[in-house]
């Protein structure tokens, strides 16, 4: 199954409750939350409080995107928080198998992030134990960056990864630059969830959601 998530991080934030409800409601299953620190990337954004603030507006999935140096230190405020998937960055952990053990043991779902200069081979040793592989299409840390392109090559690496470890099930999501023209192409590379911000978040959020997930 195919899943749309937006980024919650193009939305406008003095109605943020408001937008994460208008675009659930239009049928996007995944609500993608990006927490940075300013130290792993170079921004800054919100942290638990917020996303415990907005829980309560939709049953969506809330996929909450680490990019924090040593997540694992705040791991179970994200659980409290409401966070169905946690996922961290490949780059910011010094144990990466024990801050994704830590996620499963919360019960919540653990996703491994990996940015653009990251080669994929380094999550083959994970991919029998974490639920979803998440691509940065864009250098993490800001919004309305462009796709870049040899972003496909690396979703279909860890497609055919999974897929010959027994892991047909496992979600690779792939994150920046996602829009209309070219949603099918990263499909078609492998790919199932899929985070839009600016696609979705500028002009009328529920009618480009339809109009996204038509595309799927």
């Known amino acids: 199954m195919d899943y749309l998530a937006p980024s919650v991080l193009s939305a406008d934030f003095s109605t ?15 609500i993608h939350l990006d927490v940075m620190d300013g130290s792993f990337v170079p921004n800054l954004s919100f942290g638990a409080p917020v996303i415990s603030s907005v829980r309560k507006v939709t049953a969506a999935l809330f996929d909450v995107h680490l990019m ?5 230190r705040y ?3 994200f659980k409290n ?11 910011a952990c010094k144990n990466v198998e024990e801050t994704l053990a830590k996620i499963l ?33 864009v250098y993490p840390g800001f919004g309305g960056q462009t796709f ?22 496992m979600w690779i999501e792939v994150d920046g630059g996602i829009d209309y023209g070219n949603i ?22 529920s009618v480009n959601v339809k109009k996204l997930r038509a595309l799927l």
């Open 184 to 205: 099918a192409k990263v499909k078609t590379a492998g790919a199932n969830v899929f985070v839009a911000g600016s696609a979705v978040f500028k002009g009328n959020p």
């Open 68 to 72: 924090i140096q040593e997540p694992i």
């Open 148 to 169: 870049i392109e040899n972003s496909l090559d690396k979703i279909k690496s860890v497609r055919e990864m999974a897929d010959s470890l027994g892991r047909k099930d």
């Open 75 to 77: 791991l179970e405020d």
């Open 105 to 137: 043991s919360l019960g919540v779902r653990a996703g491994l992030a990996v940015s653009p200069d990251t080669p994929t081979d380094v999550i083959e040793p994970y991919i029998e134990t974490i639920d979803m592989v998440l691509i940065m299409s």
């Open 16 to 30: 943020l409750g408001n937008e994460i409800a208008i675009v659930a409601a239009a049928g996007a299953e995944v």
């Open 81 to 91: 928080a409401g966070a169905d998937i946690i996922t961290v960055h490949y780059e």
